[in-house]
Every structure is written in structure tokens, then in C-alpha cells.
């Protein structure tokens, strides 16, 4: 019994021995952006209008500033001048982001509403923006927001003022 004990002790110390002991090493890395800033560096102004005597008719400011009015609604030169909205959304360049720009929005003036339908001068998808430069240097792009806007002859006279918000999130 001995013998076998002898052998048993030898194949324990062998199976305890790595057989061919292997490695591989990894590497870490990280690539660090300068934060998103959006910046409005001008409101959507649809000027001053007159409702229509009857029914209803719109003003529209275009993503590039021009004014029009349809069924009624007439623009006048006095007030503020019409524009678009100009916001400038900076960050690292050569990024891909994702702009958000609400659909609508309400403008009030006391308890009387109005819905602005947005437009917006992005091209192509709103999530696949791309700012300009390239990595290691600052980036912007800038978005105008125009809007229409429905004005019907029972509208109450005054100033009507509403918020939207623009944002950006890097993909």
C-alpha cells in the first residue's frame, strides 16, 4: 500500500502544477467631449398683424425669417420686426447630436391661446445633426425655428408670448 500511496501523492502533485500558465493584457482608453451649450440668440417674432373681420387666417415667419399672412390676417410693418428664432448649440467638434425642437407651442394673452406649429431649418433627421470642426476644437451649429400660427377674427386684441424650449444631447 505504500507503492500506491507513493504513485497517488505523485499524481496529486502533478495535477497541482499549471500546465502552460497563459496571459493576455488589455488597455483602457477614454475620449473626453467639452460639455453642449445651446444658445437662443434670437426670438420667433411674428410682428404685429390684424385678426381677420371674418373667420380665420394665418401668419407664418419661415425658418429663414420671411413673414406671410393668408384669409384675412394683414401684416403690418409697425411693431417688431418678424424673424425666425436663431438658437446656436456648440460643443466638440465633429460630433453627431441630436437637436430637439418642439413640434408646438402655446402663446397666451390672459386666458386666450394660441397654437404655434413649429418649422425648423435642419437637414435631414433632427438626431442626426453633426457639429462643425473636428474633435479637439470647439464646434457649433446653429438652428433657426419659424413657426405658424392660426388668428381668427374672435381673437382677443393684445400681445400674446409663449416659450419653447430647444436642446441637444450628444448620440
Known amino acids: 500500500m505504500t507503492k500506491t500511496r507513493l504513485i497517488l501523492a505523485a499524481l496529486l502533485a502533478l495535477a497541482a502544477t499549471p500546465a502552460l500558465a497563459q496571459s493576455a493584457s488589455g488597455s483602457g482608453s477614454i475620449t473626453i467631449l467639452r460639455p453642449l451649450t445651446?444658445?437662443?440668440t434670437a426670438d420667433l417674432q411674428f410682428?404685429?398683424?390684424?385678426?381677420?373681420?371674418?373667420?380665420?387666417?394665418?401668419?407664418?415667419?419661415?425658418?429663414?425669417?420671411?413673414?406671410?399672412?393668408?384669409?384675412?390676417?394683414?401684416?403690418?410693418?409697425s411693431g417688431a420686426t418678424p424673424q425666425a428664432a436663431a438658437f446656436t448649440v456648440a460643443g466638440e467638434g465633429g460630433q453627431s447630436i441630436s437637436v430637439t425642437v418642439p413640434s408646438s407651442f402655446n402663446v397666451t394673452n390672459g386666458t386666450d391661446t394660441l397654437s404655434v406649429t413649429t418649422s425648423n431649418d435642419l437637414s435631414g433627421s433632427a438626431s442626426a445633426q453633426t457639429l462643425s470642426n473636428a474633435v479637439g476644437a470647439s464646434g457649433s451649429l446653429a438652428v433657426h425655428v419659424g413657426g405658424t400660427v392660426t388668428v381668427a377674427s374672435t381673437n382677443s386684441t393684445g400681445a400674446y408670448t409663449g416659450t419653447f424650449t430647444v436642446s441637444a444631447a450628444y448620440n
Do not use: F
Not at 60 to 72: D, E, K, L
Open 38 to 40: 445651446v444658445t437662443k
Open 47 to 77: 410682428g404685429t398683424v390684424v385678426r381677420p373681420s371674418t373667420g380665420s387666417g394665418t401668419a407664418v415667419i419661415s425658418a429663414a425669417g420671411a413673414r406671410s399672412v393668408t384669409g384675412g390676417v394683414a401684416a403690418l410693418s
